[in-house]
């Protein structure tokens, strides 16, 4: 990938062309710098000329995004391709990402309290745990997901099953999340799956490859 920067008074722009992957995530970490600053309005990402981005680069773009929220900047994608756009689409991304729009497109409206990420307690059962998530899981729901985790440590062999089959979207720090709960599990000789994936977040399971990581399996 090619990362060009211009600015002006107020807006700092970020031109990137070719493919955005793993191998970008130092030189993209210049965008998560400027969004960090203290000084400046808006920082856009032109991606005129971007062709492709696999996952990582997927969740370099909503790292982007919640860095933004954090510091109180306005982060904005604009001119991207149909290739990219129907990638962000087909995840459910459109109204998680700042991508430009014509005038006449209302605004996204928040979640609503259903569709926010739900969490049930971790049902241990005794060779098996099983914790249900529902509605949607993104950067602003991690804390949500920490005592699960925590539960995890606690016990010392089994199976943890994650049941997400109620879930309508997951982002990649979502998903992060989940591979830490794999992690944690490993580390207390314990087996993570992850069981009736849907929709998009089936779609972003498969795109990410993490059936090579945690067993994905349907027992509805």
Do not use: W
């Amino acid at each position: 990938m090619d990362l060009v920067l211009t600015e002006d008074r107020a807006t700092a722009t970020f031109r990137l062309s070719g493919t955005l992957t793993y191998r970008d995530n130092r030189q993209f970490n210049r965008v998560v710098q400027r969004l960090a600053e203290e000084s400046g309005d808006t920082v856009t990402l032109d991606l005129a000329n971007l062709e492709y981005m696999d996952s990582f680069g997927i969740g370099l773009m909503v790292l982007a995004q919640g860095e933004a929220t954090k510091h109180g900047r306005k982060l904005l994608l604009t001119h991207v391709r149909k290739e990219v756009h129907a990638l962000f689409e087909r995840l459910d991304l459109l109204s998680e990402l700042p991508i430009e729009a014509a005038l006449s497109t209302p605004p996204a409206t928040p979640p609503s309290v259903g569709e926010r990420l739900q969490v049930s307690a971790l049902i241990d059962s005794g060779a098996d745990a099983r914790v249900c998530l529902s509605g949607r899981f993104n950067v602003n729901d991690q804390h949500l997901f920490l005592p699960v985790i925590t539960a995890i440590s606690k016990r010392n062999s089994g199976r943890v099953i994650i049941d997400i089959g109620a879930l309508t979207f997951m982002d990649s720090s979502g998903l992060s999340m989940i591979m830490l709960a794999n992690d944690q599990a490993r580390r207390a000789s314990q087996v993570v799956a992850i069981a009736n994936p849907r929709g998009a977040v089936k779609d972003l399971l498969k795109l990410a490859a993490i059936d090579l990581i945690v067993p994905i399996y349907d027992d509805h």
